[in-house]
């Protein structure tokens, strides 16, 4: 494939950043953007939760809150696409503009505040996408959140299971994002077992025999106590994966300065060695027996080998696309298959925690 996207990219950096996101998604919606190549080499394809995944790079939640493009974001050569976050009702985020780039730093802060079109529009979506009878070949994870205005944050995952739940490969709960107030005071055990609690039951009820795994995706800023607290409650409450990392609320001080006082959440290279460190922690909190998703800062097939050698079994991008364009998921699917090779390994699945020795 001939790599367009250095002529695109000071065209699309011209464009403030969320214009720049939505005609993406048009052109992507359209087919006009150059897909990449599914990888589809035995040496990556592996099986989780009964889910068969041709590569182990996914497209992280947020790019495509409304599950608009899961089919284009699959011809761009993704193993596994997460949709939203989606909250019940559709509602319009925080006041723009509400996402900045640091092109030197190739980083990204955003306080989108969840701007979706709402449940019911992202399951129609879904839907589509769903009956088209020669779709590609993928997982499809669904992202769900609270509405701004919910106070019983259970009553909004309750209802986004019973709705979403039968059409999902898995469910991912979260819990992490900076820009919704209240949303993180969820990652502590007392609330974190309530909420997977009532989520459970709303699946066992939507879903009968079919439920779809469980996971949870937490943030990059949790103090060591609160990692081992979560990893216990994790464990206890028997969810089937976690999610490592959403976005941070450090400031690294190398960030250009307007760039860096902007609030919400940075993403991109600055997180690439903290949701490194937290996946690790993950992994050896949880003994390795709980599958964990890689996430933040991964650019090249390098940083995603770290996370899986870390202890991740799936990693998953967002910032990256936005500096490197679509070619992206191929790059990192190749040369991954190169480290594998060159550490004398033949399945992705032997990689998977080796930094644990
Ligand atoms: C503009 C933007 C919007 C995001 N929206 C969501 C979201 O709705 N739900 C979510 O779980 N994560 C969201 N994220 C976080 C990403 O999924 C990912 O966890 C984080 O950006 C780290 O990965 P990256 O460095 O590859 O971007 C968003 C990130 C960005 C940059």
Redesign the pocket.
């Known amino acids: 494939m001939i790599n367009l996207y250095p002529i695109a990219r000071p065209l699309l950096f011209q464009i403030e950043p969320e214009k720049a996101?939505n005609l993406t998604l048009s052109l992507m919606k359209r087919g006009l953007v150059p897909c990449g190549k599914q990888t589809n080499d035995p040496m990556l394809e592996q099986t989780l939760w009964g889910l068969k995944f041709p590569n182990p790079v996914g497209l992280?939640?947020?790019?495509d809150?409304n599950a608009e493009v899961v089919g284009p974001a699959f011809k761009m050569g993704f193993g596994f696409v997460e949709a939203?976050?989606v909250t019940p009702k559709p509602q319009h985020g925080n006041d723009k503009p509400r996402?900045f780039r640091d092109p030197a730093n190739d980083a990204?802060i955003?306080r989108?505040g969840?701007p979706n079109g709402g449940m019911n529009a992202f399951k129609a979506n879904l839907e589509k996408f769903l009956s088209q009878k020669d779709r590609p070949r993928g997982v499809v994870g669904l992202?769900i959140?609270m509405n701004k205005s919910q106070a019983e944050p259970a009553k909004d995952y309750a209802i986004l299971i019973k709705m979403l739940g039968p059409m999902a490969d898995y469910m991912?709960i979260?819990i992490?994002?900076p820009n919704t107030p209240g949303l993180r005071d969820l990652q502590k055990r007392e609330p974190l077992l309530e909420l997977l609690g009532a989520v459970k039951e709303e699946r066992k009820k939507a879903c009968g025999d079919h439920p779809p795994p469980l996971l949870v995706?937490l943030a990059p800023d949790l103090d060591e106590a609160q990692q081992e607290e979560l990893a216990k409650t994790a464990m206890d409450a028997e969810i089937d994966g976690l999610i490592l990392?959403?976005?941070t609320l450090d400031r690294p001080e190398h960030l250009n300065s307007n760039f860096r006082n902007e609030k919400g959440?940075l993403?991109?290279q600055p997180?690439t060695e903290k949701?490194t460190q937290v996946v690790h922690n993950f992994y050896k909190l949880t003994g390795g027996k709980m599958p964990l998703i890689g996430?933040?800062?991964?650019s090249n097939g390098r940083q995603a080998y770290e996370k899986i050698r870390a202890g991740a079994s799936l990693v998953?991008?967002?910032?990256?696309l936005v500096f490197k364009g679509p070619g992206l998921v191929e790059d990192i699917n190749t040369e991954l298959l190169t480290l594998l090779k060159a550490d004398g390994l033949s399945h992705i699945s032997e990689a998977v925690g080796a930094a644990h020795g």
């Open positions: 996101h992280s939640a947020g790019f809150k939203g976050t996402i990204v955003n989108m969840f992202n959140g991912t979260n992490s994002s995706k990392t959403n976005t959440g993403s991109g997180l949701s996430v933040g800062g991964i998953q991008v967002y910032s990256a």
